[in-house]
C-alpha cells in the first residue's frame, strides 16, 4: 500500500518537472497539456485509510458483482466501515456472495485507493488520453476517477 503513496508523490513530482503545474499545485504554464481547460490545483492526498474515490454529486451505481444486484440500499454501512477500519466487505443480499469493497461494480467508475493526485476544477472530466498512457508507462497502473464533489 505504501507503494500508492510513493507513486502519488511521483506523479506530483512529474507534473511539476513537466510544468503542468507549480511547487505549490496551482497550474503551470502546461497545465492544459494534462486537462483541456486547465485546472485550479494539483495536490496529492494521502488519507489515513483507504479511501473510495468515487463521484459524490449526481449519485452513482454500486452493483454486485456475481449476480449484479444493485446493492446501494446496502451500502452505506459498508462505506463506514471501510472509513473506520480500512476494510470492508459487502454481502449480497440477493445472492449471499461476499465481495471486498474495492471489487464492487461502480458506475460511473469508482477506486478504492491509498492515495490520489487530485486535480481539483479541473475544466475537463478527463486526462488528455496520451497523458495517461505516458503516466501508466511510467508509473505502473493509474486510474483516473471523475467526481464532483461537494463545495469547500
Ligand atoms: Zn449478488
Known sequence: MEGAVTSARALFAHA???EVCLPTGAPGPAASTWVAGGF???RVDVPLVPTLYANQQGGFRVS???CSENVVPVFAPVLAELRSTGAARLTCPRCA???PIAELHFAPKAVVGRAALVIADAADGHLHDRVLRDLQERFGPVAVVAARVSAR
Do not use: N
Open 64 to 66: 454486485c458483482p456475481s
Open 16 to 18: 511539476v518537472d513537466a
Open 97 to 99: 456472495v461476499c465481495t
Open 40 to 42: 485550479v490545483r494539483i
